[in-house]
Each structure stands twice: as structure tokens, then as C-alpha cells.
């Protein structure tokens, strides 16, 4: 049987945030990259609609956000991209980019396709984050 949280370990559990080491064949050394915050998650959400009215899960402007504020900094936690670079993001290695911009959103439990657009009747169907097709009984970290 589970123990019952106090206030105390349920904000840990809720606040920590996840984080590991990347490594991809295309970059020159490891990253490290963390989950993402729900503010966060929804500003590079607002950010993707705000950007073209056209809502798609693999917005190029959305991946973009994610890895700009996902990638850190293993020292201070600070994001090692700044806001400046998304546009560079955007028009860079596309593989690279998603590949990356997965790996954050599958530490922080949310899957590409997780993105809601706002329109229920288009997210009918849609999970919520952490709860989508494919999320049920997987590790992260």
C-alpha cells in the first residue's frame, strides 16, 4: 500500500523536473534536457497558433520552442538557447530538430500529437498530456 503525500511531497512531486543527458549522432557532444514546465508547454503552444491559424502537431515553430526552452544548461538549469534563437531553430536540420524536440516532449510525458489547438470539436479525441496513445506504463528518465 502507497503512503498518503503530504503537502510538501506532493509539490516535490509535481515541481522536480526531470532531466537527462542527449546524445545525438548529428551534434558534437551530449545535452542535457529537461521536461518541460506547464507554462512553458503552453507558451510554445500559444506561440505555434499564434504563428499560422493552421494547427498541426508538428508545427516547426512549436518543436522550435520546445527545444529552445528544453535544453539546459547541466550547471545552472538555465535554457541554453535564448528566445532569440527559436527563428534559427526553425530554419535549421529538420531531423534534428524533431528528434530533439521529441526526446523533451517524451521526458515531460507529452507526445507531439498531445498539442491542443484551443477548438474542442478539432481536439475531440485528443489526450491530455501524459495521458495519450502510447504514454500508458512508460519510464521516463
Known amino acids: ?47 505555434a497558433l499564434a504563428a499560422g491559424g493552421d494547427f498541426t502537431p508538428d508545427n516547426a515553430l512549436y518543436r522550435a520552442c520546445v527545444v529552445q526552452q528544453g535544453v539546459i544548461d ?3 538549469g538555465a535554457p541554453l538557447l535564448e528566445a532569440g534563437d527559436v527563428e534559427a531553430l526553425t530554419n535549421g536540420r529538420e531531423q534534428a530538430v524533431n528528434r530533439l524536440a521529441t526526446a523533451i516532449l517524451e521526458l515531460s510525458g ?5 498539442l491542443k489547438s484551443g477548438d474542442p ?11 495519450g496513445a502510447g504514454t500508458g506504463g512508460r519510464k521516463h528518465g
Not at 122 to 128: I, L, M, N, R
Open 1 to 47: 500500500m502507497k503512503t498518503t503525500l503530504d503537502r510538501a511531497a506532493l509539490l516535490g512531486a509535481l515541481t522536480n523536473l526531470q532531466r537527462k543527458t542527449f546524445t545525438d549522432p548529428i551534434l558534437p557532444g551530449a545535452l542535457t534536457i529537461q521536461e518541460l514546465t506547464a507554462r512553458q508547454r503552453q507558451q510554445a503552444n500559444e506561440a
Open 74 to 76: 547541466a550547471k545552472t
Open 110 to 114: 507529452a507526445l507531439p500529437g498531445d
Open 121 to 131: 470539436a478539432a481536439d475531440e479525441g485528443q489526450s491530455d498530456a501524459g495521458a
